[in-house]
């Protein structure tokens, strides 16, 4: 997507330090970070959010998480615990359409969500 911020990141174009990266996915820490530790993993490909995933898409999500799972460990969160969240469309907050998964950990997070 020519104008997509996130595969602007996944291919390159902008310059991101990545903590994770495969021919399929990449995680890197977020702009404005909410949380001592703030990762997006996203897929390389383009897929709008979650509800843009198809059956197609089952191996992929699932790599995410064991991703997500592996960073969890890796930057210290994984014992005291840690969210995985995808928001989808408006009433979530939504903001960049490509679907992305973030990791929050470092603090206690508080539910229900805001
Ligand atoms: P969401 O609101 O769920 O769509 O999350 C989008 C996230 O992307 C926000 O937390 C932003 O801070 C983050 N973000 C936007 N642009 C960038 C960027 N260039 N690098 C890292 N994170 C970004």
Known sequence: MENCIFCKIADGRI??????????????????PVAPVHILIIPKAHISGVMALTEKDKTLVGEIFLVARSLAEQFGIADNGFRI??????????????????????????????
């Not at 310059?15 to 495969?22: G, L, M, N, Q, S």
């Not at 408006?90 to 950990?105: D, I, M, T, W």
């Open 15 to 32: 310059k991101t330090d990545a903590v994770y990266e495969d021919d399929k996915i990449i995680a890197f820490k977020d702009l404005n």
């Open 85 to 114: 969240v995808a928001n989808s469309g408006e009433n979530a907050g939504q903001s960049v359409p490509h679907l992305h998964f973030h990791l929050l950990g470092g603090r206690k997070l508080g539910w229900p969500p805001g």
